[in-house]
């Protein structure tokens, strides 16, 4: 297993033609309700196909845990994005 990190924001050396995209992984049996993603780095000509998710405002409950690959976890609400 891993070690977990902070992670640790870079900005985009282009971003004008570099994006960010949260790759959501397969759940397996021992991960309950948690989510697991991880964070890739590719050029907006290179991108794969994705679906756009918007941050969702309101109530601050915490309906998930999400666990971006390397850097541990982080709370969020992702099911209540449209």
């Not at 994006?19 to 993603?37: E, Q, S, T, V």
């Not at 907006?44 to 915490?62: L, N």
């Not at 309906?63 to 982080?74: A, E, I, N, P, V």
């Amino acid at each position: 297993m891993s070690t977990m990190r902070d992670y640790e924001y870079v900005p985009l050396s282009d971003p004008a033609n570099w994006i960010r995209l949260l790759k959501l992984l397969p759940i397996g049996d021992d991960d309950g309700r948690a989510l697991r993603a991880e964070l890739i780095t590719c050029r907006c000509d290179e991108a794969p196909s994705y679906i756009p998710v918007s941050y969702t405002w309101g109530q601050q409950d915490v309906s998930s845990t999400l666990f971006l690959r390397d850097w541990g976890h982080d709370n969020c609400n992702c099911p209540a994005a449209p």
